[in-house]
């Protein structure tokens, strides 16, 4: 049986993709069709026996149909402007849908989701009644989740709107958690400008607020998952920059190391003081703002300029006798202090 390479045509969106195709032979170009069928994804057809000009060929009855070989989509860098393309692979329909409605709300296409199915996504566009634009896509195989797009006109007739039921309150809780982290006061109204600032949508102040709402409970969930891996930072300090000191108190709950204290002099600044800075220490101490409240205890010396030279810090629940007693009882030993010298 002979090979041939064949496309699929967009317009046949209406045709079952794995049933039967109109399939036409075309010179190679590049990037679209590879010349190794071992590199394409092929789907069969049981087309009819027909006669092929360019190859002097007959097409026998069971073809072997090769779709271009597109890069797979990868979430983490196409999620924020996805691109489709003819043989595009997608993971699971999961993610093929996440990115169609992020292309949604990127272009302000009021798309809609046609032919749904545990194997096939099929999706039209409604910003007008004639808009072409139409993408389907199905599993590559039906024991795999992958999914493959098998037929696409990506082009629009149709305006741009600026609000869509996919802009929603997980949706803008998802893509601003690490705006609202570094900006925790922001009102609903700033998140409501931010979100028509970057994706020229309109979101109500309801879904900002429940929005708020589920972006603070991602960061405080972050905040305890960061704490748990405060030992790895330690060693991470201690081997990046030797000589440091980290020393961590932690308090004993059944079997489960609570956090308490954490002391951090970096070997730079211990160094620095020592060789250059002047015998003179200042303490002081702040708090820390929510979501995992504290304080912060500092040690500061002053270097040749008569400048703030940072030396060490602890971070504290809070600060009592027994925590500044922790900490200079560390900061001597570090820096080498004697009775009288200091
Ligand atoms: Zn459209």
């Not at 045509?9 to 010349?35: F, H, L, R, W, Y």
């Not at 600032?197 to 972050?222: C, D, F, P, S």
């Not at 925590?323 to 820096?335: A, K």
Request: aromatic share 8%; with cysteine.
């Amino acid at each position: 049986m002979s090979l041939v390479k064949m496309r699929r045509q967009a317009k046949d969106i209406n045709m079952p993709c794995d049933e039967e195709v109109n399939v036409e032979t075309e010179t190679q170009g590049p990037g679209e069709i590879s010349d190794d069928g071992a590199d394409s994804d092929s789907l069969y057809s049981d087309g009819n026996t027909s006669y092929d000009e360019n190859t002097s060929q007959h097409v026998t009855k069971k073809q072997r149909i090769s779709l271009p070989k597109f890069k797979q989509y990868r979430r983490a860098t196409d999620l924020q402007n996805p691109e489709f393309h003819l043989g595009m692979q997608f993971v699971n329909q999961e993610h093929l849908k996440e990115a169609i409605k992020e292309y949604a709300i990127v272009n302000g296409k009021l798309l809609k989701f046609d032919k749904n199915g545990r194997k096939r996504v099929k999706v039209l566009c409604r910003g007008s009644r004639n808009c072409a634009f139409v993408l389907y896509a199905s599993r590559i195989d039906k024991k795999e989740s992958t999914c493959v797009v098998k037929a696409i006109h990506a082009e629009h007739t149709c305006g741009r709107v600026d609000m869509l039921r996919y802009a929603n309150s997980i949706w803008s809780s998802e893509r601003f958690c690490d705006k609202m982290r570094k900006n925790p006061n922001w009102i609903v109204g700033q998140l409501q400008d931010k979100v028509r600032e970057h994706y020229a949508m309109n979101v109500t102040q309801n879904q900002v607020y429940r929005a708020k709402i589920l972006a603070k409970k991602v960061i405080k969930g972050l905040y305890k998952e960061q704490y748990e891996r405060l030992r790895d930072y330690a060693e991470q300090i201690k081997k990046t920059n030797p000589g440091s000191t980290v020393v961590i108190k932690t308090e004993l709950a059944g079997d489960d190391a609570l956090f308490e204290w954490i002391y951090i002099c970096l070997a730079g600044s211990k160094k620095g003081f020592l060789e250059g800075g002047r015998p003179v220490l200042g303490v002081d101490r702040c708090h820390l703002k929510e979501p995992c409240s504290g304080q912060i205890l500092t040690a500061v010396g002053v270097d040749g300029n008569k400048g703030m030279f940072p030396l060490a810090y602890v971070v504290v629940e809070i600060e009592s006798k027994s925590s500044w007693i922790w900490f200079l009882e560390l900061l001597i030993v570090d820096l080498g202090i004697q009775k009288g010298l200091a």
